[in-house]
């Protein structure tokens, strides 16, 4: 997801039939309530998803360093038995063969984390780094840090100065009314410019938050977690791979790369690959000031910063949605985009849209209902056997 500015949003009536009315409507008797047999069989799907989503959020993947995901994708694609390749933009591309063999529709994931790169490097080893995609000093705290060299990972911490200190330090300014930018940190390694380059760790080197520092974390039906932003939407894809069977088109499932620096391996197979429709698969921001709901009903974007999505396309999923009988809402967002609207706006796609999970932190320690995930692959399942 591309950073965010101001949103607006509208609801499709069938999000009436979200929990507060459920449970008016329950009182009346006119909607039963689960059974604890389907309460037990949503609990083992949220298990599931969980376990899946976990598994991908350990896999490191800041933008351009996706190799440790990447082999995870690999081998869940074929253990599901789908045809499965990485092109030369490094996406990996998995494909569901349909009836019709002359048309085709894609669903991508991006797989690329936000994180830090390597700028220089100081004589006594400190790192001076930058952001990478969307990231923020600040989110992530001073801590452990992984440092992705040519030869091995090695830790660091990311560091911001002591607190304990007057004026004469740039640190003071920090604690008052300046806000912490990335030429204020940096990170410590404690390791001589020698053994730093025996690593391989050099300017343009990744790092991402360490890997202990991401366990996803359980509260009730909601994750919480770094990295939802991609990895949630990459368990989709794995759910739709298992899911979709002999579709009347053939199905794409597109893990994207560099998606956070600028949609580069959609705009490479857009550009390769002739199709009908792309829907992207993104976290929608949940704050006070926009009116998106948390919880499990999905959002529908109609517009982002480069431009709006395809209406026909939108009613389609719309359709899909309701035939399923799944709520979803609606929404117009500025300061964002997704592969869809990127590939629609350099001409590469004529349909686009962006089916997302409302979600809080987002680019941070992110915050979803698995429901929302969940209730996407409905969707979307739903949608492919109908396109």
Known sequence: MRDR???VVGKEPNLLRLSALNRYMMRLGSIAPKTMHQEDSQNQ???RLFAQIQELVLCHSPSGWEM???????EQFKALGVEVWQDRASNVIAKIAGRDGERAIAITAHKDEIGMLVKSIDDDGCLQVRRL?????WVYGEGVVDILGDKETISGILSFGSRHVSHESPQKALQEDTPLLWE???VETKCSLSELAASGVRPGTKLTIGKHRKQPFRLKDYIASYTLDNKAS??????LAERVKNPPVDIYLV????EEVGAIGALYFTQNQKLESLIALEICPLAEEYPIESGAAPVLLSQDNYGVYDELLNREIRTAADKADIPLQLAVIDGF???????MKFGHVSRGACLSFPTQNTHGYEIAHLGAIANCIEILATYCMTV
């Open 234 to 239: 990459i368990a989709i894809l794995f759910a």
């Open 184 to 186: 204020d940190a940096w």
């Open 45 to 47: 799907d949220y298990d």
């Open 68 to 74: 440790e995901v990447d082999e995870a994708l690999l």
């Open 255 to 258: 893990a994207s790369a560099k």
């Open 133 to 137: 995609g969307g990231s923020f000093p």
């Open 337 to 343: 985009g997704s592969d869809a609207s990127i590939a």
């Open 5 to 7: 500015q101001d949103v």
